[in-house]
């Protein structure tokens, strides 16, 4: 269950920036334009049809404010077909109904009102499938085999939870299959589409639901502690028994067969000794279980299929030094679509036809960066103040010494998530002004078993926040970081941190930037958008209770001690923003300046929780820049 508020909570943005001199950059020759960083991909999300004669993109529309809109071609031809024409945003995804018509999702200024829209492949009936105001719609089940309906969530009835309809795609017409009591948080079915697993949530504790049939009640199976996980991952392909993640009586999530019958788990299909294992990949064709996949400092594969393990290999030697992953197979799988990155890369689309053992190079998403100018992202490791091991990454500017470096310290959001390894173009474009950018999976942080997550509630700026400090005052003692030069930069939760850290630990950081953070725990839990609401009582114990634990979020709230404040802070806001209310950055600023101390502050009204449109993204990176400069620059 606290994987549900985990993947809610989450989100990847990001940056900051610094022009330094000496050897922290070889030449001013290499100083790379910050809109090469953050411009939109060539092209991206490359998929097959599921019978794979054609393959579909996104890349930006010229004509259309360069938002990302959806292409498709015959894998024959080099004749596209645009099929959206979005102006205002881009698409955030999209998926293939059946082999001639192709599903989408896009939002109203950042606003995650999520609509679902249709479209034939060549461009004929698209349809708003979800024509409501202020509803979030969700996918279920996309029912792959029946390509006329998917099954989709919508609040519409009751905006904090989700009722299940079956949605003609063609239509949009509706019906209801599943009314939500009011306490259902996700839903689940089997191979053959039918609803069959519920989990429900009263805040604190956790029931999995069972039926045999569609026809049958929803019946409690299974009831834990929201601190335990017994996470569904899909039916087996008899549909007789689960597939679950689970750390049920132990610390690290482990893969499990489940049975249904006595409700616990059965056969351990894979453990590992240091990190939680969620990832379970599966062959439909042949209807097997063909590995798993988890993450330590990098994301690692264990085959159980010699297919599958032979496929990965040799993948693997035609693309030497890369990380590769299957984005999708045809569904006979004989041709995949591979995609191919590294820390110095942002990726490369192929399209790999498997008979003929032949790959041919689709896209790369970011041509114009060069990967000699990029910088290496290193794993590292340090000890919190109280013993606990923290990993995290480092990123030395390409050229430097490594030594006595200006710093920018980049906190996750979440804080339930967690940074891995690889491209991120904020790190590399703050390494290419000279900076080094450290990132830390501070207590809390997901993937490294239940008491590393258990040991962040109600630590917000607290022992969470030391697992910062500590990391800076390694860099300092390993000589890496020049004391006065540092900066802490983050996103969400992560501008909370930042704001934590020039609060808290006032004499650390030369300046900072909040970008959509929270500034005040009770203002925060006060917003939370209805569709939380089943997690209530949960943040109640994982952050604080606001008249229970009124002194605690009181000490960890950086609004109210802004007196404490004395280093530079710029701040960016989303207008829109349905998670971090502007309200939140408001607040502080008008603290600030009641305090007679300017604070930078950005926001723009077309934008949610993060800035999605490129231009924005341009704005932002490059006011932050001009602070940064202002305040590291020596």
Same mark, same amino acid.
């Given at each position: ?12 943005? $990001? #940056?900051?920036? =610094?022009?330094? &001199? ?7 020759? @290499?100083? /790379?334009? !910050?809109?090469? %960083? ?70 109203? $200024? #950042?606003?995650? =009102?999520?609509? &679902? ?7 004929? @009936?698209? /349809?708003? !499938?979800?024509? %409501? ?502």
């Amino acid at each position: 269950m606290i994987k549900n508020v985990i993947l809610i909570l989450t989100i990847i943005i $990001g #940056g900051c920036t =610094n022009m330094s &001199i000496s050897k922290e950059v070889e030449t001013k020759s @290499n100083i /790379i334009p !910050l809109e090469d %960083f953050f411009k939109s991909p060539e092209k991206a999300d490359f998929n097959l049809s599921p019978e794979g004669n054609y393959i579909s993109y996104m890349k930006p529309w010229e004509e259309g404010n360069r938002r990302m809109n959806i292409y498709v071609k015959k894998m024959d031809s080099n004749e596209e077909i645009r099929l959206t024409s979005e102006k205002d945003r881009s698409i955030y995804g999209y998926l293939w109904l059946s082999e001639t018509r192709i599903a989408y999702v896009k939002d109203e $200024g #950042g606003d995650e =009102n999520i609509h &679902i829209f249709a479209v034939n492949i060549d461009g004929t @009936n698209e /349809i708003d !499938l979800t024509p %409501f105001e202020d509803i979030k719609a969700q996918l279920v089940d996309d029912l792959e085999d029946d390509p006329k309906y998917m099954l989709i969530g919508l609040n519409k009835r009751d905006k904090r939870i989700h009722d299940v309809y079956r949605l003609n795609v063609e239509t949009g017409e509706l019906d209801m299959v599943a009314e939500n009591p009011g306490n259902i948080s996700s839903w689940m079915t089997d191979h053959e589409g039918r609803l069959r697993i519920a989990t429900t949530s009263d805040g604190v504790n956790t029931s999995m639901l069972y039926r045999e049939n569609e026809s049958d009640e929803f019946k409690v199976m299974l009831t834990t502690n929201f601190k335990e996980s017994v996470s569904p991952l899909f039916f087996s392909f008899d549909n007789t028994y689960l597939y679950v993640s689970s750390n049920r009586n132990r610390d690290k999530s482990a893969i499990f067969t489940f049975n249904l019958d006595n409700a616990k788990e059965d056969k351990l299909i894979f453990e590992h000794p240091e990190v939680d294992v969620y990832g379970l990949i599966s062959s439909k064709k042949r209807k097997i279980i063909t590995g798993v996949s988890y993450y330590t400092d990098k994301n690692n594969y264990q085959f159980f299929d010699d297919w599958r393990r032979d496929l990965q290999i040799n993948l693997e030697k035609k693309l030497e030094g890369l990380e590769v992953r299957i984005a999708n197979l045809s569904k006979d799988e004989t041709k995949a679509i591979v995609m191919a990155f590294s820390d110095k890369s942002r990726g490369t689309y192929y399209y790999y036809d498997i008979l003929k053992d032949e790959i041919t190079k689709l896209a790369d998403l970011s041509p114009w960066l060069k990967e000699d100018l990029m910088s290496e992202m290193k794993p590292v490791k340090y000890k919190s103040r109280d013993g606990l091991i923290i990993n995290g990454y480092l990123t030395i500017p390409n050229g430097s010494d490594g030594k006595n470096l200006p710093v920018v310290v980049n906190p996750h959001g979440g804080p339930w998530a967690r940074d891995t390894w690889g491209f991120n173009s904020e790190i590399q474009y703050l390494a290419n002004k000279g900076y080094a950018v450290f990132q830390m999976n501070f207590r809390g942080s997901t993937g490294y078993g239940r008491n590393f997550l258990e040991l962040s509630f109600k630590q917000w700026g607290k022992t969470m926040q030391d697992d910062i400090t500590d990391g800076v005052n390694w860099l300092i003692e390993e000589g890496i970081a020049d004391p006065d030069r540092i900066a802490i930069y983050g996103a969400s939760y992560g501008g909370y941190a930042t704001l934590a850290g020039l609060t808290f630990t006032p004499d650390l950081y030369a300046c900072g930037v909040d970008y959509v953070g929270v500034s005040s725990l009770f203002t925060f839990m006060e917003s939370m958008p209805p569709y939380w609401e089943l997690y209530r009582e949960m943040m109640y114990e994982m952050v604080g209770h606001p008249e229970k634990d009124k002194d605690l979020l009181a000490s960890a709230s950086p609004l109210l001690h802004i007196d404490k404040i004395k280093a530079p802070l710029f701040i960016a806001q989303g207008a829109n923003d349905p998670r971090v209310k502007k309200s939140e950055s408001d607040q502080i600023v008008a603290a600030l300046k009641e305090k007679n101390i300017d604070v930078p502050y950005m926001v723009k009204d077309n934008e949610g929780h993060g800035f999605y449109n490129e231009e924005n993204r341009f704005d932002f990176y490059r006011e932050m820049g001009e602070f940064l400069d202002k305040y590291l620059k020596k």
